[in-house]
Nanobody, 113 residues
Framework: QVQLVESGGGLVQPGGSLRLSCAASGSIVSIYYMGWYRQAPGKQRELVAGITGGGSRNYGRFTISRDNAKNTVYLQMNSLKPEDTAVYYC????????????WGQGTQVTVSS
């Protein structure tokens, strides 16, 4: 079992930045993939950024990074737009048989002036 706890959401003005964090606990050695997804009201949940291993990956305005020493994955969001408003969820996939899929509780991001 893996537990995920997100933090860092909030209200930000257009053009601003936020950094979300997702701390993993439990069977963390089995985690293969971690990602950030978001769901806006009335819309389906969508992938924002994903990563395997450590380091970081850039997705335009967003950058995902993973610190394996801290068991934490981050999402740095820059130049935020009102359409980025959503609940942001952290997901982990484990290298178990069968693979496990775990979600955090979500953190609200609101971009508004």
């Amino acid at each position: 079992q893996v537990q995920l706890v997100e933090s860092g959401g909030g209200l930000v003005q257009p053009g601003g930045s936020l950094r979300l964090s997702c701390a993993a606990s439990g069977s963390i050695v089995s985690i293969y993939y971690m990602g950030w997804y978001r769901q806006a009201p009335g819309k389906q949940r969508e992938l924002v950024a994903g990563i395997t291993g450590g380091g970081s990956r850039n997705y335009g305005r967003f950058t995902i990074s993973r610190d394996n020493a801290k068991n934490t994955v981050y999402l740095q969001m820059n130049s935020l737009k009102p359409e980025d408003t959503a609940v942001y969820y952290c997901k982990a996939v484990t290298l178990t048989t069968p693979p496990g899929e775990y979600w955090g509780q979500g953190t609200q991001v609101t971009v508004s002036s």
